[in-house]
């Protein structure tokens, strides 16, 4: 049964009023903004707009996160057992179904009705890992396990028409493969122990080029900008305690090599790439009890030879599966905890004006709905309202001539916060703490 949405706001709001308890923003810090909790638990994640798309096990999860601290349920789409990842390409998603050897494409044309168009079912013994989608290919690594014989596959579909889905071409592996990144002619290859960089220009016969060998237990997931491929890695299978972000120079296809590598705390298996970042969910199996652990991981790729693990998140529930950013939000499919969102924040806001410590500005209510009130002794100074990223989003006079802004200042107090949307904000006056502020919406 799906949870009272109201509730899960209600709970996403007392979160963040917990959580946000310091005044200050830190540089490269990663902080919790709301999450959105699934009926199932959430594997895969991709953000359109201000559309979640959540591979959710058993349905496809659609979740409104234009305001990302009190994201609401929009539609559901029920699916076969298992889905693991997921693509959006145009009006369509595709789906990967584990367990049920499928690919599935939903319409979601109209979110309001979301509809399941095709249906492509994949030989007994393979399970699918992973899908990209190319104009109309559909590129598929698989998990082997045919006779007792483990071994991998790449899948190249036809997917013009969703009705009639047809297989055009296939390359097998020694080992199983899991996940899949196409750049131009070449299919870049995550197996259990190398990345193989696969010409798919024709895609009816895929001809292996290059094979770049990873030590541990090969790569988990991929991601592909440039000359560069991110590879994540566990290092050990027993417990996958942790891992490495590989850095493949793939310049020249036919000779990929290992430029670099970046040490993880857990087991990376989901990347994300953007700028000079790289973001990756990790997790961690206790070998003797089973528990599932790990959190997000944020690398600083900047010099691609010299890779920095910067920051740390781990959720309340120890499960990060997998990762998709948006701008400075970061998406995280988080098992049982559904969609957890985050942001990553790359710079303070600077303090460089002197304060009287015995002086404290008072902002009541807080948290507010509608405005707040700041109280205080009058001052020439402006009152400066800044964002969580430390931009100014408003600035006030308060009291510079107490007789000409009774309006506003009635018993020295300004309303403030009326024209801002919800979220949080810190409040700054010169010679007093800054406060930080929440503004929420109404809970139905």
């Known amino acids: 049964m799906r949870k009272v949405r109201g509730r899960v706001v209600l709970s996403s709001l007392i979160s963040l009023f917990l ?39 058993s349905s496809l ?3 409104n996160v234009s305001n990302p601290a009190i994201p609401y349920y929009v539609n559901n789409c029920l699916t076969g057992d298992d889905v693991t990842s997921l693509y959006i390409l145009g009006n369509y998603v595709y789906l990967i ?5 499928g690919l599935q494409i939903v319409d979601i044309s109209n979110l309001t009705a979301p509809t399941l168009r095709g249906r492509y079912d994949i ?49 097998h592996t020694n080992w199983y493969a899991y ?31 290059g094979v770049c060998k990873i030590s541990g237990h090969g790569g988990t997931d991929i991601f592909v900008r440039d000359t560069f491929a991110y590879v994540g890695a566990p290092s ?51 070998a003797d009890t089973g528990r ?22 781990n959720p309340p529930g120890g499960d990060a599966l997998d990762v998709y950013v948006q701008g400075d939000l970061i998406y995280v499919g988080a098992s049982y905890d559904g969609l957890i969102i985050l942001r ?42 800044y964002d969580i990223m430390g931009r100014l989003v408003e600035e006030e006079r308060f009291f510079a001539d107490a007789q000409n802004d009774r309006a506003n200042a009635q018993n020295d107090r300004l309303k403030i916060g009326k024209d801002l949307p919800r979220g949080i904000y810190f409040v700054k006056l010169k010679g007093y703490k800054p406060v930080k502020i929440i503004k929420m919406g109404g809970v139905r």
């Open 19 to 57: 959580i946000f308890s310091l005044s200050q923003a830190q540089a490269d810090s990663i902080v919790w903004v709301g999450n959105y909790n699934t009926p199932g638990y959430a594997m895969d994640v991709v953000v359109v707009d201000t559309i979640a798309y959540i591979a959710d096990n």
């Open 61 to 63: 999860q659609i979740v």
């Open 97 to 101: 179904e584990k367990n049920m050897n």
């Open 123 to 171: 030989s007994v013994g393979h399970s699918p890992t992973d899908v990209q989608i190319v104009d109309t290919l559909a590129f598929i690594s698989c998990c082997v396990d045919t006779n007792y014989i483990r071994s991998g596959e790449l899948l190249i579909l036809n997917v013009s028409d969703p009705d009639t889905i047809r297989c055009v071409g296939n390359y």
């Open 179 to 209: 996940g899949v990144y196409v750049v131009g002619s070449y299919a870049y290859f995550a197996c259990y122990d190398s990345v193989r960089i696969i010409d798919i220009s024709n895609p009816l016969t895929p001809i292996p080029v």
């Open 236 to 286: 050990v299978y027993a417990g996958w305690e942790d891992g490495r972000l590989y850095i493949i120079n793939v310049s020249n296809p036919s000779s990929p090599f290992i430029l670099s590598n970046c040490y993880t705390p857990g087991a990376p298996v989901g990347i994300y790439i953007v700028d000079n970042y790289a973001y990756l969910s990790t997790m961690y199996i206790d």
């Open 292 to 313: 599932v652990e790990g959190g997000l991981r944020v690398v600083n790729i900047s010099n691609p030879n010299i890779p920095v693990l910067l920051a740390s998140y």
């Open 344 to 385: 990553h924040i790359t710079s303070g806001v600077e303090e460089k004006e002197s304060r009287v410590e015995s002086s404290e500005l008072k902002v009541f209510p807080n948290p507010f709905v509608k405005y707040t009130e700041v109280r205080g002794q009058r001052t020439e100074n402006r009152i400066q309202i």
